[in-house]
Nanobody, 117 residues
Framework: VQLRESGGGLVQPGGSLELTCEVS????????MGWFRQAPGDQRDLVAQ???????TYAESAKGRFIISRDNIRNMITLQMKSLRSEDTGVYYC????????????WGQGTQVTVSL
């Protein structure tokens, strides 16, 4: 199973970015999919996640600014981020939980988001 992230980059405060994660290499369905962020020296924290049936969870800092969406046919999730702040800076990791004889989490390699002047 491979997770391929795209869409990171450098953006000024107040700007927008859209991250995309495409999952391939599995013949089974996926449960929860989402995004974590890791800033330098910090732990990896949840940004947003969406369950297989559509229930969405956002970190408090993401509410009202970020929108996560999911395409179950293409096994893809998107994170639309607006009104970006310097504290949104970090490496964003996509993850997906494969459902087959249990639940197996997979992670992408991460994409850097830098919010700075």
């Amino acid at each position: 199973v491979q997770l391929r992230e795209s869409g990171g980059g450098l953006v000024q405060p107040g700007g927008s970015l859209e991250l995309t994660c495409e999952v391939s290499g599995s013949n089974f369905r996926f449960g929860t999919m989402g995004w974590f962020r890791q800033a330098p020296g910090d732990q990896r924290d949840l940004v947003a996640q969406v369950a297989e049936r559509g229930h969405i969870t956002y970190a408090e800092s993401a509410k009202g600014r970020f929108i996560i969406s999911r395409d179950n046919i293409r096994n893809m999730i998107t994170l639309q981020m607006k009104s970006l702040r310097s504290e949104d800076t970090g490496v964003y990791y996509c993850y997906a939980v494969e459902i087959h004889e249990g639940h197996t989490p997979y992670w992408g390699q991460g994409t850097q988001v830098t919010v700075s002047l």
